[in-house]
């Protein structure tokens, strides 16, 4: 079974908190978000201030927190750049994709670059959407 039919298989069982984004300051843990998050995906955009396409792909970014239950983590790799190299970002922006899998954060999917549909499919499919 792959790992998003399992994910897909779970996500009725799991109990939600409020939709949240997070814009990791020069003082913030990613370790700490992990560790507190209490919704079942988190979703990582690494990107920078001087990148155009992350500038613009920042509020649709945002608005997400509208559509799916999801903890959204907003980081600069210049103010970051051990997360950048930790991560082995080569693109920017980047979007990583997490799930809750027994209480392990697990990198289920990654988005380089700032294509919309790219991103939206990744958004479906791994993060559980709110009732209409």
């Known amino acids: 079974m792959k790992c998003y039919e399992m994910i897909n298989m779970i996500h009725i069982n799991i109990y939600l908190e409020q ?33 155009k396409p992350c500038n613009k792909i920042k509020e649709y970014f945002k608005n997400q927190l509208n559509y799916y239950y999801v903890t959204l983590v907003d980081i600069d790799v210049d103010i970051h750049p051990k997360l950048n190299d930790q991560h082995n970002i ?4 980047t979007f990583e994709f997490y799930f809750n899998l027994n209480n392990e954060w697990v990198l289920v999917h990654t988005v380089e670059g700032a ?6 499919k990744a958004f479906q499919k791994y993060c559980l959407e709110k009732a209409k």
Not at 21 to 41: A, D, P, R
Not at 115 to 120: L, R, S
């Open 19 to 51: 939709s949240i984004y997070i814009e990791l300051k020069n003082t913030g843990s990613l370790n700490q978000v992990f560790s507190s998050t209490q919704n079942s995906s988190i979703v990582i955009k690494f990107g920078a201030v001087w990148c």
């Open 90 to 93: 080569k693109a920017l922006p």
């Open 115 to 120: 294509n919309q549909n790219d991103i939206e």
